[in-house]
């Protein structure tokens, strides 16, 4: 039986984290499926799936957790199968105005109320061309229940974006 490992990585960034976490997962077999992973504020910080045979995780686990001497802090979740996904559809959710605090607290509350799943959320801050103010983007794929309305949904968010002075967009992706 093959098992699923879900890992999430966090390190000072330097040269070689990568080689040595894809080092570990072959020493024991494994196959590396997904990843996020990206440098911020000086430190390596990453998400990522592997696949690895059943009777195997439990050592590749104990290397993974291993590697905290070389300032690599690791947390192991294993998974049997894939969660199925009750009966939704996908939406991309674009975002952009002025930077302030409390942008995505707000957001994702109107969409937690609505029983909206974020599957993958990436943000930045970035400066405008011409005025050089700071302005955030979000971009992010949900999970929307097949019973909710959508031409509800976007008007809460379109609500919601006048309030927060932003431009947000729901569509298909």
Do not use: C, Y
Request: glycine share 8%; aromatic share 2%; net charge negative.
């Amino acid at each position: 039986m093959t098992v699923s490992l879900v890992l999430t990585v966090i390190g000072p960034d330097r040269p070689g984290l990568v080689e040595a976490l894809s080092q570990a997962v072959a020493d024991h077999d494994g196959n590396w499926l997904d990843s996020r992973m990206a440098k911020m504020s000086g430190q390596f910080a990453g998400i990522l799936r592997v696949s690895v045979p059943g009777d195997r995780a439990e050592g590749l686990a104990e290397t993974l957790r291993a590697l905290s001497p070389e300032r690599l802090h690791v947390v192991v979740a294993t998974t049997v199968g894939e969660a199925s996904e009750p009966d939704s559809r996908q939406l991309q959710l674009d975002l952009l105005g002025s930077d302030r605090p409390g942008i995505i607290r707000d957001i994702s509350r109107a969409l937690a109320s609505r029983g909206v799943n974020v599957d993958e959320l990436s943000t930045s801050v970035e400066s405008a061309a011409m005025s050089g103010e700071s302005l955030f983007r979000a971009n992010a794929t949900l999970h929307v229940p097949a019973g909710l309305d959508l031409d509800e949904l976007r008007s809460s968010l379109e609500s919601l974006a006048n309030e927060l002075m932003v431009d947000v967009t729901l569509d298909a992706p």
